[in-house]
């Protein structure tokens, strides 16, 4: 029975994320053993965090794509910091929607000059169900629409730094659907924490790539030195494993020091969050008389001027 590409993929996803949450578990447990274990957690595992840097950063693009949107965004910022960062989420959700259309556009008039079949898989619009009622949940939609969109980055920035791995993929893909699932989540597994990195912090990328190489060197060499049957080559071989090892031991530091830095930052900017409730819930204990009195005269006169919500 010929199965469907996009619920294929889509449930592919999903279990290569329930898989990972596991395996991090399993490796935070045993990083209290070894250095060499893996602290970060796997692809597709980190929550969220709204960072200063990241803010910033978002509010530079939209002031590019929607000043207007940007100004009232930076009127929410000092009144209602909350709202702001809600304001700023959806619209980053709108402008990752915009772009997402604009991709498939390119990749479909692409696929129209080259001949190539594009990755896209089947329509993601709400069908129509029973009655010629839309089919589904909107939730649902969005939740498929923004695993495709993921999908899509991922590809493309596989396509621009490791484009082997890129080829490798595209013709599973062509021949072998089911492997390509298989294997997307493998690379994903591989790649996935530097692809995401790339986005956020290009010095930690950097890193995580080095490392990767390393890994790899680590374990060519390994390979040989069980094969290798003359002693000579064999201890040359080990020297050349050891200066690896010690190499990586060097990247995994300069990687757990990037990650105190960020921690160390997040808690600054926790610090000054701390300090400013504090100073509002001072400000409004100050002026409780005050405040009861105008919201009497605001229901009297069925008018609103301070958020009691």
């Not at 965090?49 to 794509?65: C, D, F, H, I, N």
């Not at 490798?168 to 493998?186: H, V």
């Not at 790899?216 to 049957?229: N, T």
């Not at 050349?240 to 031991?249: D, S, Y």
Request: aromatic share 6%; net charge positive; glycine share 4%.
């Amino acid at each position: 029975m010929k199965k469907s590409y996009g619920k294929i993929l889509v449930l592919a996803i999903i279990t290569a994320i329930l898989l990972t949450a596991t395996l991090s578990a399993g490796a935070v447990e045993k990083e209290k053993e070894s250095i060499w274990l893996e602290q970060e957690p796997d692809w597709g595992q980190r929550g969220f965090e709204l960072t200063q840097e990241m803010t910033e950063r978002m509010m530079g693009y939209l002031k590019e794509v929607n000043p207007a949107g940007a100004k009232e965004l930076e009127k929410l910022r000092e009144k209602n910091p909350e709202k702001f960062k809600a304001g700023l989420r959806k619209a980053m959700r709108e402008q990752h929607r915009k772009r997402f259309a604009e991709r498939m556009e390119h990749r479909e008039q692409r696929q129209q000059r080259t001949g190539r079949r594009s990755w896209k898989g089947p329509d993601m619009r709400m069908r129509p169900g029973k009655h010629g009622k839309p089919a589904g949940q909107p939730h649902r939609e969005m939740m498929r629409e923004r695993l495709y969109e993921k999908h899509a980055e991922y590809i493309e920035w596989l396509e621009e730094d490791y484009p082997e791995e890129a080829k490798k993929l595209a013709e599973l893909r062509e021949k072998k659907p089911d492997l390509y699932i298989k294997q997307l989540w493998i690379s994903k597994k591989q790649y996935g924490r530097i692809a995401e990195a790339a986005k956020e912090n290009p010095k930690l990328a950097e890193v995580l790539k080095k490392d990767l190489e390393l890994k790899k060197e680590r374990d060519k060499l390994c390979g040989k030195i069980r094969a290798v049957s003359d002693e000579k080559k064999k201890k040359e071989l080990i020297e050349q494993l050891e200066e690896t090892v010690g190499a990586r031991f060097d990247f995994i530091v300069k990687r757990k020091q990037i990650r105190y830095e960020q921690l160390r930052k997040k808690l600054e900017q926790l610090r000054e969050q701390v300090k400013q409730s504090q100073a509002e819930v001072e400000k409004w204990k100050q002026a409780k008389n005050e405040k009861v009195e105008e919201r009497l005269e605001e229901l009297i006169t069925q008018t609103e001027k301070f958020n009691w919500d």
